[in-house]
């Protein structure tokens, strides 16, 4: 068995999507090895964390008034098989269709399981000052195809939503269906196997849309197999 981190982790400085209200990650120290008060040495910090900066996972609340928030999600839904959809011929600006992930993973398709899209969009271009202007997106019809097909959750390495705009379709129909929404994953490339099983497991905040994750995926032995 294999372990593959997908994770984009949070860094004091990284990239953040240019909005006014979009906050930077800051980690904050509140107690170093030199002030401690009691001279025990002690480190402890607080996060100042949009978790939409960095891999996270998307509840329904984010888009859906009423909808469940991260802490109302099954565990379930975070831990299991996997697939793999190769969608790494995908360039800046392309559109990811229903029928591209049908001729993707269709064919052997089993509902229930959980689609990463890879397109390596995040690993190739994370940084660059277009990053947020220029990506693969998903479009409705993908988002039709995941809901059809009883996907139980969507991962993917590009971005959910056409670059402006503001309508959000596929955030809407996703989150709409109960299908919460794994984004900025990375590293799909580093699978040798297109079945995986995943495990991305959200910190539970009440009240919370979104949270940070840590993403891996395992491969190997009982955890997937070479088709
Ligand atoms: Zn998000």
Not at 40 to 47: A, D, L, P, T
Request: proline share 8%.
């Amino acid at each position: 068995m294999r372990i593959v981190d997908l994770s984009l982790g949070f860094t004091q400085g990284m990239p953040a999507y240019g909005a006014s209200w979009y906050p930077s990650f800051e980690l904050r120290p509140i107690m170093t090895p030199e002030t401690d008060p009691k001279g025990h040495g002690r480190r402890f910090s607080q996060f100042v964390m949009n978790p939409h900066n960095a891999t996270h996972l998307d509840a329904p609340s984010h888009f859906i008034r009423d909808g469940k928030g991260i802490c109302d999600l099954e565990p379930e839904c975070f831990i299991g098989p996997a697939v793999v959809a190769d969608l790494t011929e995908k360039g800046r600006l392309e559109p990811i269709t229903g029928d591209d992930l049908e001729a993707a993973v269709g064919s052997d398709w089993v509902p229930g399981q959980r689609l990463l899209i890879r397109t390596d969009y995040l690993d190739r271009h994370w940084g660059e000052p277009d990053f947020w202007e220029r990506p693969p997106y998903l479009v409705e019809s993908a988002a039709d195809w995941c809901v059809d097909r009883g996907v139980r959750l969507v991962g993917l390495d590009c971005l959910t939503e056409e670059p402006g705009d503001r309508h959000f379709p596929v955030h809407r129909k996703l989150l709409g269906a109960g299908i919460p929404i794994l984004e900025y994953i990375r590293n799909l490339g580093a699978l040798t196997q297109r079945r995986v099983w995943l495990i991305a497991l959200p910190v539970l905040v009440t009240g919370a849309e979104a949270s940070p994750v840590r993403a891996v995926a395992l491969e190997g032995g009982e955890f997937g197999d070479s088709t």
